[in-house]
């Protein structure tokens, strides 16, 4: 079930943008942002080349985030969420509570209801099948949409973040080859390591609404012949 636009999807291209344009400054001890008057065209600017920054940002982290590293690394939440078993590895010490499945009575319930609408038993048919579903009660379908769109901005938020922080470190190496360590770098190195700080946060709260946009999904899938309700 694909987010429609929204003001999460407009402020992450800002957020992320503002904040690519603020570490390019940073990084090189610029002073095209700072200490400059802001009439309404270099607002619009500014703001226009953030915008549209976040959007190659919100491209990009769809596919190294969710399908490279959450689709080829971890599994994707609907794929968890229907196994009965799951071995044990590095990833559910990282990201236990990314990593739990459905109670089984729950998980077998959605199969029921998948069968008897001649599904078969793909994690992913049955999903897209559940969201087809969810997508025909008008709240339902907001109630589901509001956990993806907060999962993509977090998703944007983390890979824009990462970006920051390699613009950061770019600026301190191309600081090191003609002068010593300054207090400029440590500056760097502070905002650096915040930004990978931030990043991990955004990634960990990504997956956690990822997971949950799942669940919504599933549990109201099932509950529409009222087998359950709604987590």
């Given at each position: 079930m694909s987010a429609r636009s929204s003001p999460y999807e407009a402020a992450g291209h800002?957020?992320?943008?503002?904040l690519i344009l603020g570490a390019c400054e940073a990084a090189h001890d610029g002073r095209w942002l700072?200490?400059?008057d802001w009439p309404p065209s270099r607002i619009s600017l500014y703001m226009t080349m953030a915008y549209s920054i976040g959007q190659v940002v919100a491209a990009l982290s769809r596919i190294l985030v969710e399908q490279?590293?959450?689709r080829k690394c971890l599994r994707m939440p609907q794929d968890?969420?229907?196994?009965?078993?799951?071995?044990r590895s590095w990833r559910?010490?990282?990201f236990s509570a990314y990593f739990q499945p459905l109670a089984d009575a729950d998980?077998?319930?959605i199969l029921q209801e998948a069968a008897r609408d001649g599904v078969s038993s793909s994690d992913y048919e049955i999903f897209d099948h559940?969201?087809?579903v969810v997508e025909r009660e008008e709240t339902a379908q907001r109630r589901v949409d509001l956990f993806r769109q907060v999962a993509d901005l977090c998703r944007n938020l983390c890979l824009g973040l990462l970006i920051v922080a390699a613009i950061l470190i770019s600026g301190m190496l191309w600081h090191s080859v003609s002068s010593t360590w300054g207090k400029s770098d440590w500056r760097k190195l502070g905002y650096c390591t915040l930004a990978l700080l931030e990043a991990a946060g955004m990634l960990y709260r990504y997956l956690r609404f990822s997971r949950r946009h799942a669940v919504e999904v599933l549990t109201r899938?099932?509950?529409a012949d009222g087998l359950f309700p709604p987590a």
């Open positions: 800002l957020i992320s943008g503002l700072i200490n400059r490279t590293f959450v968890i969420l229907l196994t009965s078993a799951l071995s559910h010490v990282l998980r077998l319930r559940a969201c087809a899938f099932a509950a």
